[in-house]
Structure formats: C-alpha cells, structure tokens
C-alpha cells in the first residue's frame, strides 16, 4: 500500500459523507456495532479510528476508546469529535508497541482490513493486545461484490486501484473471503460469528435502490467476529 496516507487529502469529505450516508450510518455501523454488543466500561481499540464516528458512538455507549489511524487529520477530526477519547496517528504496517498486552477489551476494525498488506501480523498484534476473554470485530467489503465489480479470477488475492463516486481514488486488497478466514485463523483467532448485514429500515427512505440491491445482493460488506483461540 506505501507509506502514505491515501485518507488524509479528503478526511472531512469523508466525516460528512459517512455521518450519515446510507453504507456507513444504515449498513456497517449498525451491524458491527451489534457484533461488539455491550460495551459499557470496557476498553475499545478502534482500529483505523477514520473521523471518529464509531469512537463516538462507542463514547456514547459508555465505552473508553482508543483510536488508531494512518491520516493525520482523521485524528485531529477524532480529538474534535471525541474530547475524552486517546488518539494516536499510527500506520497499520508497523507493531503496536504503543499497547502492553492483554490490555484492551475489545477491537473494532471496520472497513480497512483491505489496506493493510501484511495482515495476519497485524492481526497477531490485535490478539496480543486483546484481553484472553475479548473479542474483535472487523468488517470487509463483501468479496462477491468486489469480484462481481472487478472479476478477474475470485481467488486472486491482488491490489487493485478505485476511484469512488466522490472522486476519492483509493487503492486496496481484493481478496477471498477464505483468505479473511485464514489470516484470522493465523493470527490465532476463532471465528465466532459472521454476517452478510442487510441495511436498516430507516436507509429504505435514503436511497430506495440501494436498500433493495443491498437487502437482496451481497454486494456491499461483511462483518465478523472473532475471539482469541484459548488453544493458541
Ligand atoms: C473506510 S475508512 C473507515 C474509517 C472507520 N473505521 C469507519 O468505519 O468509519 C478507512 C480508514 O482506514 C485508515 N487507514 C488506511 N490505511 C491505514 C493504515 N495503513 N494504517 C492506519 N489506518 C489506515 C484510513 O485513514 C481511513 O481512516
């Protein structure tokens, strides 16, 4: 992926847009956050924090967060946001030394697993800082969808380059949804729930052919969750 913060030229484009856009606010925040379930006094790491919007969430939730992301001003937007939250500019590709282990209750990864090169060793490194009794959360886009938008061969695991409606140009992983499944197994998770959401009634008023395609295609995203193996 390089070194470079492909979020960063257009953070608060992407704060305003997924404030209350129907993938972000009807689709993948409500299903992760359902994963996560109860998160009243714990300690929550999220993983490629963007502008703070699941911290605030989680925040609101009763939860104390700590947010990691690779853009700069994805983390000044996260300090604005969410005053009481710990914020760190972090690339991915690097360990976490930051973080002792067994020292966060649970993980939010939503939505960037597919710009991370190597990630069995980030994810061996969210295990490590996960308490044994935790769990992560992470959600992907759906691999049937990226396959049917870019085709090719489903299996290949490849970077491939988008540029998204907003003129965002992004690059990022395609992968299978068993290389997701090995990698998590790798890192020494098991994998305890996934789930092909559907968006919420509400997102029906927002874009009718969205709420349809979505309701019925798996073209959008998946969420999964996973607990530390106690065998490994
Ligand atoms: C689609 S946004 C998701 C943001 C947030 N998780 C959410 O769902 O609202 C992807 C985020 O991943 C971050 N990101 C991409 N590559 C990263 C890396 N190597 N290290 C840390 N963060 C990264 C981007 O800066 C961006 O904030």
Known sequence: MGSHPQYDVFADEFLDHARECFYNAHYDRPACLELLGEVSGRRVLDVACGPGLYAEALVARGAGVIGLDHSPRMIELCRQRVPSGEFHVHDLADPLDQLPDDSVDQVLFALALEYVDDRTALLRELRRVLRPDG??????????????????????????????????????????????????????????????????????????????????????????????????
């Open 135 to 232: 769990m992560l959360v992470l959600s992907r886009p759906h691999p049937t969808g990226d396959w049917l938008r870019h085709g090719g061969s489903y299996f290949d695991a490849r970077v491939i380059e988008e540029v998204w409606s907003q003129g965002w140009r992004v690059r990022c992983w395609l992968a299978p949804l068993e290389r997701t499944c090995e990698e998590l197994h790798h890192a020494g998770f098991l994998i305890e729930r996934l789930v092909e959401p559907r968006p919420t009634a509400e997102a029906a008023a927002i874009n009718r052919a969205s709420y349809e395609r979505l309701s019925s295609e798996p073209t959008g995203f998946l969420a999964i969750r996973a607990v530390p193996d106690p065998r490994r």
